[in-house]
């Protein structure tokens, strides 16, 4: 395994975070990136989600072609990353976006109101990765709900609509249809009330964080320095073993609410919800064991029209 570097030693993430931003929003603190005209539709605009427990670091290998076509806004879940170490459910990381494109002055004030500083409402497509999956099914799933409330009034009707529209949507492997997700054995004994704890602070050897992710990959490993990076992000900014054990029930969360994603994917995906079919696309790597091929074939079958 390779050795354990401090975080502030590891030069591509200082990089990383240099080119980024720190804002409190609703009492905790998020990093964020995003190309200087987003929002401004110059171009297309492109927000990306990262999965679990990583960071938007994830996605650093094509920010730059993707910045070519789009303009583009990422930043790390609440718990994860730069940002705090604070546990929040799914829903409550859909709230904290909203709010934080609401504060950068890209969204409208509420969900009711149609334009930005732009004067225009945010028009965006998505780009998402496992845990982001399933964040991205919960704005589905509020924008299911906005067109189902068609014109209501209720501040109880606005909490839930999105404050965006979503005009694409592309998934990398992530438990969408959360029936068929199969953790692998640390990851339930991490979601264990017995276990979860020590297996977290087992998990801070660098030789077993490194076979808990290899698991996932297929051939196509991580580097040595992309394995510190993970690392880094996992264990540094506080909140230890306990936020382990909570960051991870985002798969408990996504069992109990799983008619509700899995009908605001199908919901989506189907030709009659809107004038313009929008376009979905998952990209699945088959060698996953936890969302791989299995999970591809599923859609296929389960998910019309996508």
Same mark, same amino acid.
């Given at each position: 395994?390779?050795?354990?570097?401090?975080?502030?030693?590891?030069?591509?993430?200082?990089?990383?975070?240099?080119?980024?931003?720190?804002?409190?929003?609703?009492?905790?603190?998020?990093?964020?990136?995003?190309?200087?005209?987003?929002?401004?539709?110059?171009?297309?605009?492109?927000?990306?989600?990262?999965?679990?427990?990583?960071?938007?670091?994830?996605?650093?290998?094509?920010?730059?072609?993707?910045?070519?076509?789009?303009?583009?806004?990422?930043?790390?879940?609440?718990?994860?990353?730069?940002?705090?170490?604070?546990?929040?459910?799914?829903?409550?990381? #859909? $709230?904290?976006?909203? *709010?934080?494109? /609401? @504060? %950068?002055?890209?969204?409208?004030? +509420?969900?009711?109101?149609? =334009?930005?500083?732009?004067?225009?409402?945010?028009?965006t497509?998505i780009?998402?990765?496992?845990?982001?999956?399933?964040? #991205? $099914?919960?704005m589905? *799933?509020?924008? /299911? @709900? %906005?067109?189902?409330?068609?014109? +209501?009034?209720?501040?109880? =009707?606005?909490?839930?609509?999105?404050?965006?529209?979503?005009?694409?949507?592309?998934?990398?492997?992530?438990?969408?249809?959360?029936?068929?997700?199969?953790?692998?054995?640390? @990851?339930?004994?991490?979601?264990?009330?017995?276990?979860?704890?020590?297996?977290?602070?087992?998990?801070?050897?660098?030789?077993?964080?490194?076979?808990?992710?290899?698991?996932?990959?297929?051939?196509n490993?991580?580097?040595?320095?992309?394995?510190?990076?993970?690392?880094?992000?996992?264990?540094?900014?506080?909140?230890g073993?306990?936020?382990?054990?909570?960051?991870?029930?985002?798969?408990?969360?996504?069992?109990?609410?799983?008619?509700?994603?899995?009908?605001?994917?199908?919901?989506?995906?189907?030709?009659?919800?809107?004038?313009?079919?929008?376009?979905?696309?998952?990209?699945?790597?088959?060698?996953?064991?936890?969302?791989?091929?299995?999970?591809?074939?599923?859609?296929?079958?389960?998910?019309?029209n996508?």
């Amino acid at each position: 395994a390779p050795p354990i570097v401090p975080i502030e030693n590891l030069p591509r993430l200082q990089e990383w975070k240099a080119k980024g931003k720190l804002s409190q929003v609703e009492g905790v603190e998020l990093f964020f990136r995003h190309s200087p005209n987003f929002a401004s539709n110059d171009k297309p605009n492109l927000i990306l989600c990262h999965g679990y427990p990583t960071a938007s670091h994830d996605y650093y290998k094509i920010v730059t072609a993707l910045e070519e076509r789009f303009d583009i806004f990422l930043w790390d879940l609440c718990g994860f990353g730069f940002s705090q170490k604070t546990y929040r459910t799914i829903a409550e990381q #859909v $709230q904290l976006l909203e *709010a934080l494109l /609401q @504060q %950068q002055g890209f969204t409208a004030t +509420a969900a009711t109101t149609t =334009s930005n500083s732009s004067g225009r409402r945010l028009q965006t497509h998505i780009l998402a990765h496992d845990l982001g999956d399933t964040i #991205v $099914q919960e704005m589905m *799933a509020r924008e /299911q @709900q %906005q067109q189902q409330n068609d014109g +209501a009034e209720s501040s109880s =009707s606005q909490q839930q609509q999105l404050n965006f529209d979503i005009q694409s949507v592309v998934m990398l492997n992530g438990g969408i249809l959360p029936g068929l997700h199969r953790p692998t054995l640390i @990851q339930k004994a991490l979601l264990s009330p017995l276990l979860g704890e020590w297996v977290a602070w087992l998990g801070q050897s660098m030789t077993l964080f490194q076979a808990s992710i290899h698991k996932v990959f297929g051939d196509n490993k991580p580097t040595d320095e992309e394995m510190q990076e993970f690392y880094a992000f996992v264990h540094n900014g506080g909140g230890g073993t306990q936020l382990a054990t909570q960051n991870i029930q985002y798969m408990t969360e996504r069992e109990r609410h799983h008619d509700r994603y899995v009908n605001a994917l199908q919901d989506y995906c189907a030709a009659t919800t809107t004038t313009t079919k929008r376009p979905f696309l998952l990209i699945d790597g088959p060698a996953d064991p936890v969302s791989g091929r299995h999970l591809a074939r599923a859609v296929q079958e389960q998910v019309p029209n996508a």
